[in-house]
Structure formats: C-alpha cells, structure tokens
C-alpha cells in the first residue's frame, strides 16, 4: 500500500498550485519513485534528481521515461559532486533522514546550510515534512518513519533511529541557525504526501471546513476521538498551525500571493479541477481551473450556468465571474462560512433546527413564479436512471448535485 501512495497522482498536489519559472533548473533531492518529478519536468526546464536508493531511481525511470529534461543521480547527495546551482530545490519527505546521511555535530541544521551552497540567490528550498505536534498523532496513528504510537510527541525518547520530525517553532528555530530569514507555511491536510487541500497562514480553516476522516495507509490507527470535532476547536482557537499534520514550508521569498487550495482529483476526469484563493493587488479573488484536458469544458460551463441560475432564489445574491485564459474567476466575498454559523449551535438541536428551517426558508426557496414543469432530460437519465417524479415542478436551471 505504500508503493501504491508513491504512485498516486494527488502526491502532485504539493506543488501543482506553485507557479515556477519555466526556465528553472531543478534540484530534487530524495526523489524515490517520482512522486513528484514528472510534475516538476513539465514545469521547469531541467530537473536534477539524487537518490540513495538504485530500485526506486528504476521506478522513476521507467514511471518518468517519456521526461526529455530528467537526469537521475544514485547516491547520497553529499557524495555526488555538483557544478551548478538551482532555481529550486525540493525536499519532499526528506529532511527528516538529515541524521541518517548528513555527518555533522546538528545533521539538520547541517542539511540546510549544504543545500544553500546550491542554491541561486533567488532561489527557494521546498520542505515537506510530517508535524511531530500533528493532530493524527494525538488520535492514534503510527509515527510514519519509526511505526510506534507517540514516538514524535514524547520528542523520539528511547527510539535509536536517527530519523525525526518537528514541531513549527522547532522549524523556525532550526532555520534561523541555519541563516534562513525569509520563510512561508503551509499545511497541505490531511497530510503532505496525499493532500487535498492546502492552507496558509492568510486563510486558515474554520470551525466546519476541514471535516477530513483520512485513513492511514500505511498502517492500522487506533482512534481516540472524533478528529472533526477536534479540528473545530483548534480552529476556533486559532491553535491549527500548531496542530496541523504536516508542513510545507517554502524557504526564501514567497510572492505566489496564493492563500488556499483545493483539489478534486477523485472525481471522473471531466470534472476535476482545482479551486485557488489569492491575493494580487490588494484584492483576493478565487479561480477555478481544470487539472485535466476534459474538465476544460466543466469550467466553461461555470458561466453559462451562473448567468441561467442567477435569479432563480431571489434572496440569494450570486457572483458574477469571467473566464480568463480558461479559467473561472469570482471576486471573493468576505462573510461568516455557513458551517462555522452552525457551528455556534452544536450544542442546542433545538436552535441549530431552528436556524436551518430559517436559512432554508430565508436564501433556499424559490418563488412560485420561478417553477416550470418538470420533465426529465437525458442528462438527468444519467444520473438518476429512468424512474422520476411526475406532475411535478423544478426550476428552469438546476444543479444535479
């Protein structure tokens, strides 16, 4: 099961939303079976990959053989001499293993001060790493590199591995011996290496948005409570960052403008795509662009439907958006989530009732004016199949969802 994460597309999601430059040389260090290597091939111009073990450096490959601007390299990257530097240098689930590799007196610290020697003076190091402080680790899972419970939270006491992860004030603390000054967070859930979402600290989930039952794959978990209520609290008190499963932590200047991202790589080809929330001139905004060529037309569509239900619920006031460069952009709308409104009334099922039926009533019901009768379409056979209700009334423009 683990190979088959290795092999995952939604891997890619680390750093599909990062605009590099095309013209970009590549450093990849630890680059195993190419997670994330035919992603940086088709972004930048050249990719340099080193990696210790020679049956993984297969696997990339004969996975990445069609890549013309991929050179893999075997070995321990300080023992492999090399006579550039890079635009980026990426250590996906790798910084952990500095203690297994790096000789010097603080292998961590060390590792980081290497890599700069490496790097162009605008360069960026991309760091994806497990939190040892990360939620899943209070409620029953594996530490991913030693497979004991708790071994990350006791701060590895008693575990002879030279492997470990950190909390975030750790991170900033290590950077900041290292001579890292300028560095970003990120927190891709429910975790780095298969994530679906990716927040910043300029867009932090609220209570109700990040309901992520997330199975670990790569060994059996014993739940302890209810990761979604808990979520909700920590997010209510500001305490996500500290929680957060892992990192992706961007060292060096980071203007992306980009503050969250959602992916939907699960669903059939034409309508997957990815929803982005950024910051360009002092405004935010939201873009939603396809991830594959067949969801292209989804994304059309967006505006054909937003003019045709635009007015259908008279008291729900609808954004209007364009397409630009085959994406659809909405301006972003700053309000209370209505999960997050819900959320102030867990503890009262009368009232949590009560302002559901108000809601409905209030945004959701259409005027009578506003039905036609209803009759079943092709599309409509597709989804639901061939029984539907007769003599009844829809309106004009619905949403199958």
């Not at 090399?82 to 007196?105: A, H, P, R």
């Not at 939907?264 to 080809?269: I, L, M, T």
């Not at 209803?374 to 056979?381: G, K, L, Q, R, V």
Request: proline share 3%; hydrophobic share 30%.
């Amino acid at each position: 099961m683990i190979l088959s994460n290795n092999l995952s597309n939604i891997r890619e999601n680390i750093l599909e939303w990062y605009p590099l430059k095309k013209n970009a040389d590549v450093l990849e260090i630890g680059s195993g079976c190419g997670a994330v290597t035919g992603l940086l091939s088709r972004k930048a111009k050249h990719v340099t990959c080193i990696e210790l073990s020679e049956k993984r450096s297969i696997i990339n490959a004969y996975r990445n053989s069609g890549c013309t601007n991929v050179e893999i390299l075997i070995g321990n990257f300080q023992e492999i001499k090399i006579n550039k530097k890079f635009d980026y240098i990426t250590l996906i689930g790798v910084w952990e293993y500095s203690g297994m590799y790096v000789n010097d007196k603080n292998p961590y610290i060390g590792m980081l001060k290497k890599i700069k020697d490496y790097l162009k003076e605008d360069g960026k190091i991309f760091i994806a790493i497990e939190n040892k402080m990360g939620l899943k680790y209070w409620n029953g899972a594996a530490e991913d590199h030693t497979g004991n419970l708790y071994d990350g939270i006791n701060d590895y006491v008693n575990t002879n591995r030279k492997v470990r992860t950190f909390s975030r004030p750790e991170i900033e603390n290590i950077f900041k011996k290292a001579g890292i000054q300028e560095y970003k967070f990120y927190y891709p859930m429910p975790d780095y290496k298969l994530p679906e979402t990716v927040y910043s600290d300029s867009f932090l989930p609220v209570p109700g948005m990040e309901h992520n039952y997330a199975k670990d794959y790569s060994a059996s978990r014993i739940y302890q409570f209810n990761d979604a209520v808990i979520t909700d609290q920590i997010s209510e008190d500001k305490m996500f960052p500290y929680f957060a499963n892992s990192f992706l932590v961007v060292a060096g200047k980071d203007d992306t403008g980009m503050q969250y991202i959602k992916y939907n790589r699960c669903r059939k080809e034409e309508f997957r795509i990815k929803t982005e929330l950024c910051y360009k001139n002092n405004e935010k905004y939201v873009k939603k662009q396809a991830l594959d060529k067949q969801a292209e037309e989804h994304i059309l569509h967006m505006k054909e439907k937003e003019e045709k239900w635009n007015g259908s619920l008279p008291n729900l006031h609808c954004i209007k958006g364009y397409i630009e460069e085959g994406a659809y952009i909405t301006p972003f709308i700053e309000g209370e989530d209505l999960e997050a409104c819900f959320y102030k009334y867990r503890n009262d099922a009368e009232l949590f009732i009560q302002k559901f039926c108000y809601y409905v009533k209030e945004y959701l019901t259409p005027d009578e004016k506003s039905f036609v009768s209803f009759y079943p379409t092709e599309e409509f056979y597709s989804v639901f199949g061939k029984v539907y209700p007769e003599g009844q009334k829809t309106l004009a423009y619905t949403n199958t969802d």
